[in-house]
Each structure stands twice: as structure tokens, then as C-alpha cells.
């Protein structure tokens, strides 16, 4: 049996999904008129907005020039649902702005960030197939590699910590060893162990357990 592809979306994608889909949750039931839930769940939802905007932006710069490339026309119709998505992150963030006190702007956020997920996770699921398939025809996996320590490289600290708030708790537990491992080997001793304290309360009691055994082995 041949080794797995290496797969530039996998774990930010699997991030984005956790992040998405409990937004979506909190904003269902968001009181409106509970001006403390509001001003918490408003911030994750800009949070979220943030973050969709901050994935398309570095698929646009690493990933699609490498694709088109080698094979032109390949990123065109997902290069168009970015834009689509811009647009709506944009409805969004004034949705936001009006929820405070106001059922009517609670509801109409809720049915729009519905809809902004349910395109999302049908637009994740072509990149993990049709761009995948065209990256691993057309790239090796050192290249691969390469362009994700170029995305790597892109983050501010801050976007960093975000994705792996989202990222890390919602893999599997051996996904989750082998991404810390390569982390351990390349990072200084300072950040490895921030990074360990920023997912310490991130992970219950079996998961932080099963990484402390593959990290000691």
C-alpha cells in the first residue's frame, strides 16, 4: 500500500469545519437581548470571518499559482466561489453589527451563516478532491511540502494560534502526535512549550493523555 499524498488542506480544513459549524450553532441559539452572550458570540463570528477570508487569501497567493502553472484553468471555478465568499463575509460582518437586542437580525444571521457554511463545506470537499488530484499529478511531495511551509511562513503569531486552536483539537489522535512531533523537531524549546500550554485546555483528559504517551515514545 503506497503512503498517503501530503494534503495541503487537510488539517485547516478539518479547523475550519469545527469552527464553522459551532458558530452556526451558537448563533441558533443566541439571545439577543443578553447583551454579554451577544458581544461573545459576535466576536466568534468576526473571529470566523476573519479566518475564511485569511484561508482564501493564501490559497489565492500559494496555492492556485502553483496550480495554474502546470495546468491552467484548473482553479478557475473555485478562484470565483472565493469571490462569492468575500461577499458574503462581507453581509456578514454588517449582520453582526445589528444583532444586539433584535430577534429579527439574530435570525437573519443565523439562515445567512447557514448558507455561508452549507457553500463552504461543498467548496472544501472540490478542493479535496478535484485540487487535490490536480496538486498531486502535477506536484511531487517535497513541493508540496514547500508550498505549505510557504503558507506556514505567511502567518502572523496571532493567525497561527488561531488555526491551531481550531486545527489540533479536532484531529485524530495520531494525526495530532505526528504534527506536534514535526513541531518539536523544528521549533525552538520556548514555542514547543507554549504551543503544549496553548492546548492544554483545548483537549480533554484521554486526548491530552494519548499525545503526552506519543510525545514520550
Known sequence: MSAPRIDLYKFIHKGLRAFMTHALVRVGR????????VAEVAEEVRVLMDIC????????????????ERRPGSTRAIADDHEDHLRAIAELRALVDRLSGD????????????????????????????????????????????IEGRIRGSLTPREMQRSLHWMVPHMS???????????????PPEVFAGVLALLRPLLGGRDWRKLN???AS
Request: aromatic share 4%.
Open 103 to 146: 430577534d429579527a437580525a439574530a435570525h437573519a444571521l443565523y439562515r445567512a451563516l447557514g448558507a455561508f457554511v452549507a457553500h463552504n463545506l461543498d467548496h472544501m470537499a472540490q478542493e479535496e478532491t478535484a485540487h487535490n488530484a490536480v496538486l498531486w499529478a502535477t506536484h511531487s511531495d517535497a513541493e508540496l511540502l514547500e
Open 30 to 37: 443566541l439571545d439577543p437581548h443578553d447583551a454579554a452572550e
Open 213 to 215: 504517551d506519543a510525545l
Open 53 to 68: 477570508a485569511a484561508h482564501g487569501e493564501h490559497e489565492n497567493r500559494f496555492v492556485h499559482p502553483a496550480m495554474e
Open 173 to 187: 489522535p495520531a494525526e495530532r502526535a505526528a504534527m506536534l512531533r514535526g513541531m518539536r523537531g523544528s521549533a
